[in-house]
């Protein structure tokens, strides 16, 4: 029988803790240690939707990328967003695990995800916690590339939403080295690797900092820009941690949500 504690050890071997960032809280957030765990469904974000899905699998353990208890909390009252999660999971006797900054800075990890998907060549982190591991990738296309190429290349493998692939800078714009980060990535837009790559792929770029690094990509200063899903992003990871799941957990029967969790539904383009 495999635990819900033996699934955190094998999660700990393939992010450990000691990689999140301080401000995360990744880990175990709703489940007995001592349960049974037969089936795990994985998903970027704990909402109604997956916890449902999650339920009605019949799994046992919702693994997530995004914790969903992050800053103090006083109620779990079914009235609010967090408690309903945590009250269906509980009823469906599903527990719930994230694995979030401590899955981005491995190996095998969110970004790397997306620059293997674009056959990245010198693929190495921006922010470095070794020279293997850390935050965001920088690398090199197979060969030089347009702006709309590079943009149809990611639209043809991340999963659609409304929201698509935005791009600050010419079609026609040719670029070779790339540096992404998935997920929220504005962070980085001031890296050096960042500053000195052609293109800098990554999501929820807000207006004034996206504005500001258009004009400095003008100045032929910084890269060009492409804002793609935060949900699409990190989606990709989920496979590849399914494959490392069901290595490290042999008769745990793993499943990855195909539910689209980022949150827009439609857009309207004029
Ligand atoms: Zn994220």
Redesign the pocket.
Same mark, same amino acid.
């Given at each position: 029988m495999v635990t819900l504690d033996a699934v955190g050890a094998a999660v700990e071997r393939l992010w450990p803790l000691s990689g999140a960032s301080s401000w995360d809280s990744p880990g175990l957030a709703v489940g007995d240690p001592a349960s049974e765990v037969r089936r795990i469904h994985l998903a970027?974000d704990a909402v109604l939707d997956t916890a449902d899905e999650a339920v009605e699998l019949g799994a046992d353990l919702l693994l997530v990328?995004?914790p969903l208890l992050f800053r103090g909390v006083t109620t779990v009252a079914e009235s609010t967003t967090k408690g309903a999660v945590i009250a269906r999971l509980i009823r469906g006797s599903c527990a719930l695990l994230a694995a979030?900054t401590n899955a981005?800075v491995v190996v095998t990890g969110?970004s790397r995800a997306i620059a293997s998907r674009l056959g990245l060549t010198g693929q190495r982190p921006i922010e470095a916690s070794t020279p293997d591991t850390g935050i965001g990738i920088v690398g090199r296309a197979a060969q030089p590339i347009t702006l709309m190429a590079l943009a149809r290349a990611l639209s043809d493998f991340l999963p659609p939403t409304a929201g698509g692939v935005r791009v600050a800078g010419d079609h026609d714009r040719v670029v070779e080295t790339i540096a992404l980060c *998935? *997920?929220?990535g504005d962070s980085l837009l001031d890296d050096p690797s960042v500053v000195a790559s052609d293109v800098y792929i990554t999501?929820d770029l807000r207006h004034h900092p996206a504005s500001d690094a258009r004009d400095r990509m003008l100045l032929g200063r910084g890269p060009a820009l492409i804002d793609i899903s935060?949900?699409a992003?990190?989606w990709l990871w989920l496979e590849q941690a399914a494959v490392e799941l069901r290595a490290e957990l042999p008769g745990v029967e793993i499943t990855v949500s195909e539910l689209r969790t980022d949150p827009w539904d439609f857009a309207v383009v004029r």
């Open positions: 970027v990328h995004h979030h981005d969110t *998935g *997920g929220a999501s935060h949900w992003s990190e």
